[in-house]
């Protein structure tokens, strides 16, 4: 008689994890103790202890009196505090819908008939896992005036720029910086929605083919929204990775031209170790912070619910 | 038939090509490090040349290899740490989703991952130049902690998920305690899982560069840091930074073609069961 129980989705609890719990119920806090008390002192302190300095009047390494608002209201009204919002505004702007675009044509064509594709496979990861710094190596050599390979080859080839960098231009060096978090990223984005096509259930396409729809049609009305959680979760892990690259910036253009590609992350290195305005410094990583809680919170929210994944 | 074969050679000279775009800028910075400086700038490009290892020799020299011992400890420690200390509670929180605040604390977890570096390296810089942290292999490991702890819980949590709960409660009904259990019978399922979390892990201590720029020193130069040390005021030194993104970068690789099936649900935070 026990098969006309319903046994839909859930797990059915096993026989006694009731009592269990019910016997030790810091048992699960025990366990994560070690992590969040590590964490805590890792990154809560730190994060408490700048937001104090924030408050404070701080210079060169000092902490001096209470100051209020003060560094928040020199930061607000700094015109290159605005000025590197909008530099990650721009390349956060571009760089994740190509990629997306990119990752999502590439993921396409990857699950077609390809030979050699779990060769292929293992040579898209390089650029993400490769460390930054090594990426901006890798394109500082490619793209350096006259003498790179590209700036040789191709853009003064085609006459786009003539003896010079990318890098050295202001109105093309966030455009170079841009191009290379592309080259870095777009990889990893095909891999990702190639696994999640993989990932997906068969059964509704084969529906679909029986039923006559083209490929166009399965694409639009099948796979997109199936894919749909977890484009929204490589979208905002993407977004929030882009706002804060730092790495590459730095050793491509360290915010230069002038401060044509002075993106938070660098005005906070140059507030703190150039001009040793620390109060200042505090002050834009809590507004940075701030912005990424709500992201994150987004993320999460969305995660949990759509893809349960949580 | 014939025009799905046509479709496929298509395809696959496509994917290829896309390959090749990414490897030929990676293939050719390393070339620097075997040519001369006369080879590395000449006009027209320099296809064909007699390999050097003249950059070899200053980096030896110049104590470069301990920036690689360097960045073997730190990287190595602060895995270990992070294994220690996070697989009980990644295992928790997986396992027991009903606990109170578990939400809110796992939020917690991913909300310190989130943060720019540069948001906690200020008030690093300020306590560890108080407790003479700067400079050291502990200051460093406990840096890297800020990322690497939220990441390794988060990912092996998605591991846990996967776990049979039969096995575990057919070892308490043998009179396994919890712990007992954990460590007997799920430790050895989760093995790959955390081997595939740990290594990426490593790697991301392996390639971080702000933290081990700003808070080491002398002492406690990683690879990483190498690279703009070679840029001096007699010009920028490429063949010996082509050494360091080539060494950088092999390890990297390795792992990459051992660990591919794990490292995409790695990234995407376990979002993908790749």
Request: net charge positive; charged share 10%; proline share 6%.
């Amino acid at each position: 008689m026990t098969d006309i129980t319903p046994r839909l989705g859930t797990v059915a609890a096993p026989p006694g994890a009731g009592s269990y719990h019910r016997e030790s119920r810091w048992y699960p806090y025990a366990l994560i103790a070690p992590t969040m008390l590590t964490l805590t002192v890792v990154a809560l302190v730190p994060f408490l202890y700048m937001g104090w300095i924030s408050l404070h009047e701080a210079r060169y390494g000092q902490v001096g009196a209470f100051a209020g608002l003060e560094n928040y209201r020199k930061l607000l009204g700094d015109p290159r505090f605005w000025n590197s919002m909008s530099v990650a505004g721009l390349f956060v702007a571009i760089a994740v819908p190509v990629e997306f675009m990119l990752g999502l044509i590439g993921a396409l064509v990857l699950s077609q008939k390809i030979r050699f594709r779990s060769v292929l496979i293992p040579f898209l990861f390089i650029p993400s896992m490769m460390a930054p710094i090594i990426v901006g190596l890798v394109w500082k050599t490619m793209l350096a005036g006259s003498w790179g390979f590209f700036s040789y080859n191709i853009l003064e080839r085609f006459g786009i720029l003539q003896g010079s960098s990318v890098f050295a231009s202001p109105d093309l060096a966030l455009y170079g910086l841009i191009f290379v978090d592309i080259w870095e990223w777009t990889p990893f984005m095909v891999l990702t929605f190639f696994a999640g096509m993989q990932a997906l259930p068969a059964n509704p396409f084969w529906a679909a083919q029986v039923d006559g729809a083209n490929p166009v049609q399965i694409f639009f009305r099948l796979t997109l929204p199936m894919l749909a959680p977890l484009l929204v979760v490589i979208g905002l892990i993407r977004t929030i990775d882009a706002f804060k690259v730092y790495d590459t910036i730095y050793i491509l253009t360290n915010g230069g031209p002038g401060i044509t590609t002075e993106s938070p992350s660098v005005l906070g290195y140059k507030y703190t170790f150039d001009f040793w305005e620390i109060g200042t410094a505090s002050a834009l990583a809590v507004v940075i912070w701030l912005l990424f809680f709500v992201f994150c919170n987004i993320f999460y929210q969305i995660a949990k619910r759509r893809l349960n994944v949580f | 038939m014939h025009k799905s074969r046509a479709n496929s050679l298509v395809f696959t000279t496509l994917s290829i090509a896309y390959a090749a775009l990414i490897l030929f800028p990676v293939f050719w910075m390393w070339s620097y490090a075997f040519k001369s400086e006369a080879e590395m700038f000449a006009r027209p490009t320099v296809w064909l040349f007699t390999p050097t290892f003249e950059h070899f020799g200053y980096m030896i020299e110049n104590g470069y290899h301990h920036y690689l011992v360097n960045s073997l400890i730190v990287s190595g420690a602060s895995t270990a740490l992070v294994v220690i200390i996070g697989t009980p509670a990644a295992y928790a929180f997986a396992r027991y989703r009903d606990m109170k605040f578990r939400d809110d604390l796992f939020l917690f977890v991913l909300a310190t991952r989130m943060a720019p570096p540069v948001c906690l390296v200020i008030p690093y810089y300020l306590i560890y130049a108080k407790f003479d942290l700067l400079d050291t292999y502990l200051g460093l490991v406990i840096a890297y902690l800020t990322f690497n702890l939220s990441f390794y819980v988060w990912v092996l949590s998605s591991f846990c998920r996967d776990l049979p709960l039969e096995l575990e409660e057919a070892a308490r009904v043998e009179g396994y305690s919890r712990a007992r259990a954990f460590v007997k019978v799920l430790l050895p399922l989760l093995r790959p899982g955390i081997t595939a979390t740990a290594v990426l892990c490593f790697i991301f201590a392996w390639n971080e560069f702000m933290y081990a720029f700003l808070l080491g020193g002398q002492n406690v130069k990683t690879l990483p840091v190498g690279i703009p040390s070679l840029i001096t005021t007699q010009g920028v030194r490429w063949g010996e930074m082509a050494i360091i993104g080539m060494v950088g970068t092999l390890p990297v690789m390795v792992v990459v073609f051992f660990l591919q099936k794990h490292i995409v649900r790695g990234l995407t935070m376990g979002a993908v069961k790749g």
